[in-house]
């Protein structure tokens, strides 16, 4: 009987907890890729000038595309994005609530009481 040359088995693919990881990270890059290129998403007129797109908050001051503010509608606090839609700046909700940054107080910086353990 002749013999048969046998491919040797090639081991399984095992994706473990890193490769999940990086398939989050890969999906995350992409995520910010597509974000970064609508976000400069000026608008061309039929002239050819360039038309800024921008969105504004209750005081009339411009907000880029992209940025995050705190908006209160209605009694209701949220966090939007400026961005567009259908070639029209808008805010859209990105978070229920807005973030608040509060400063520790300032550590003590004297001298430590306690002596120092040696090593």
């Known amino acids: 009987m002749p013999q048969r040359a046998i491919a040797p088995a090639l081991p399984e693919r095992r994706f473990g907890s890193l490769g999940r990881q990086l398939t989050r990270l890969l999906g995350l890059v992409l995520l910010s890729?597509?974000?970064?290129?609508?976000?400069?998403?000026?608008?061309?007129?039929?002239?050819?000038?360039?038309?800024?797109?921008?969105?504004?908050?209750?005081?009339?001051?411009?907000?880029?595309l992209g940025e995050f503010i705190c908006l209160q509608v209605d009694g209701r606090m949220f966090t939007a994005q400026c961005q567009m839609s259908l070639n029209v700046p808008m805010w859209r909700e990105v978070q229920k609530g807005c973030l608040a940054a509060e400063a520790d107080p300032a550590p003590d910086l004297s001298v430590p009481t306690d002596p120092l353990p040696r090593i």
């Open 33 to 64: 890729y597509a974000t970064a290129t609508t976000v400069q998403a000026d608008v061309t007129a039929p002239n050819g000038r360039t038309i800024d797109c921008y969105c504004t908050d209750k005081s009339g001051s411009r907000i880029e």
